[in-house]
């Protein structure tokens, strides 16, 4: 699933980065539970979010905890998102070819 490989990429780089300590767990909801500065709080996702939105609420809230830490001036935060298709030109000649075929058997009667 790429929603649970991203919030563990993140939580990665915080543990990288902060020094976070994390256990993850998951059910209907991905959930971390964190340690930072001797604070404790959990960050919940949706294992299945409702809006495009999702994504952006659920990083606001880890950057809100991160505050409450102490963390002055959080780190930037990657929000997932759609990855532009690069094909190799061979691809790109056959994916023509396969049309051109497709198309000749449409025309023939």
């Known amino acids: ?5 991203w919030a563990k990429a993140i939580i ?3 543990e990288k980065e902060l ?9 209907r909801h991905l959930v971390f539970n964190c340690q930072l500065n001797g604070q404790r709080f959990n960050w919940s996702l ?3 979010p409702s ?8 990083l606001r809230d880890l950057r ?7 963390v002055d001036e959080p780190p930037r935060l990657a929000v997932r998102g759609l990855r532009k298709l690069t094909l190799s030109n061979d691809a790109w000649d056959a994916l023509r070819a396969w049309e051109e075929q497709l198309t000749a058997i449409d025309r023939k009667p």
């Open 1 to 5: 699933m790429a929603r649970d490989r």
């Open 12 to 14: 990665s780089s915080l």
């Open 19 to 27: 020094g976070l300590r994390a256990e993850f767990r998951q059910n």
């Open 46 to 48: 949706s294992s299945t």
């Open 51 to 58: 809006d495009v939105h999702a994504d952006n609420q659920a």
């Open 64 to 70: 809100r905890e991160l505050r409450k830490c102490g």
